[in-house]
């Protein structure tokens, strides 16, 4: 891998462990404060720390306020970041962090499938094979499999 290839792969590492420690945490918070409660904290906390990089960064917050001007489509990133954290915070104790994540990658994963195939949002389009299609349906069989208890 070239270093932009292995610093995106590590990072994407990081941020998988990083995930699955707020699914244990966020449901702990949950359960003490109750899952919306706790969602809107971490929204909170996440633009907190959000602002205070784009102000270490850039020394401005020019890009935030740029970003009122950008299709709203665009806009959908935070839409799904909500959504992550509030169905984590709600799933993780109920059906466990395995099972959790599980669930949330076959539904990453096919998700994405589609992105690719069709170029969805800009992005350019890849072709998917049978190597994919393969690699989701063992992944939702995994998925199968952790959902027993």
Known sequence: MAGGNTLA????LVAGVAGTVQIAVMGRLGDRIGVVAAFAFAAVVAA???LLVLLAVRRSLAGFGHAVD?????????LMGAIVVLTITYAGPR????ATVAVFLVGQFAA???VDR??????????VGWPRIAGLALLAVG???VLKR
């Open 112 to 114: 994405a499938v589609v």
């Open 70 to 78: 950008q299709p709203a489509w665009m806009w959908l990133g935070g």
């Open 95 to 98: 059906i466990g962090p395995t």
């Open 143 to 145: 998925t199968a499999l």
């Open 118 to 127: 069709y170029g969805l949002f800009g992005l350019d389009r890849i072709a």
């Open 9 to 12: 792969a590590t990072l994407s």
């Open 48 to 50: 907190a720390i959000g």
